[in-house]
């Protein structure tokens, strides 16, 4: 009954704070069709940086892979949503990171031992642990609530058929904003194979690994390269800069750590270095150096939107 009571009251507490937030301007990023979310996200040298919020940017009240964590994000930033996709026991797809539910929710154990009715049965916790009002949802709701809102890059969990992924985004009418994630060739050589007309992020670290993913069937204006935890080399970006393959450097980590010790200014540095989009843990923080690079650069884009 205790527990109840707390959800309760921190449900009131969320709608009462929301009412206060609806002042506030939620940054929309919206294509017509995916040939428009595909001109924008080549490589150019007037290319937007954008911050990719890893999970979805989870903070104190706000629980990873959550819609209510993305409608938050975006109260701050334009973004790209990086978030993960597992499979119940029954398979539907439902977004969660880890492959136990003890971190994140109030259940214990694997996900895939539950059916998707026994996971409603949960509620999600914050950053702190802290219980929150909300519960796992599916794939679909996501790219449902998606829609004219924010980019996704989808992160598919060990197990989960890509087919799967592919025929969800079809069905939600999601690829003019989802790209797909991919670790290895392979990977992104069957969701070529399976949706030739998807972005796909490819692990891509120099002319070598773009060249081994031509020669299986990616096509190079499908792809988004993710260049690792750590700064490339220079003639690494020249590279992928020369190929119009737009870059994601992955900042969670030590370069987050870094940023927050030795001064965010570091987020603008990496855009000025050659990175086109930083997958970042504080993107709030990324998000406002990104937005001083915009403005010093005079770059603009009538694909983002800053509305109340």
Known sequence: MKFVIKICCFLLITQFLSCGVTTHKSYYISFPKAKEF??????SAESYPLVSAHRGGPIKG?????????????????????TDIALSQDSVLVMMHDNTLDRTTTGTGKIGDYTYKELQKLFLKDT???????????????????????????DVKRGVPMKMIVDAVRRNK?????????????????????????LISVSARGKEDVERMEKLGVKVDKMVAFVGTSEPKKETYLYLQSRNIPSILGTMGNIDKSAAANGDVLYYKLIENGANILSSDRHVEAGKELEKYVKDKGIESKYIKHLK
């Open 128 to 154: 702190e642990g802290n219980v929150t009002p909300y519960k796992i949802e599916t794939l679909d709701e996501v790219l449902q609530w998606g829609n004219d809102k924010v980019i996704y890059t989808l």
């Open 38 to 43: 595909h001109e924008f996200t080549r490589f």
């Open 62 to 82: 706000f629980p990873e892979n959550s819609t209510a964590t993305f409608a938050n994000t975006i109260t701050y930033i334009p973004a790209i949503i990086e």
């Open 174 to 198: 999601a690829e003019r904003n989802s790209i797909i994630i991919t670790y290895n060739a392979n990977q992104a050589a069957e969701v070529a194979r399976l949706a030739p007309d998807f």
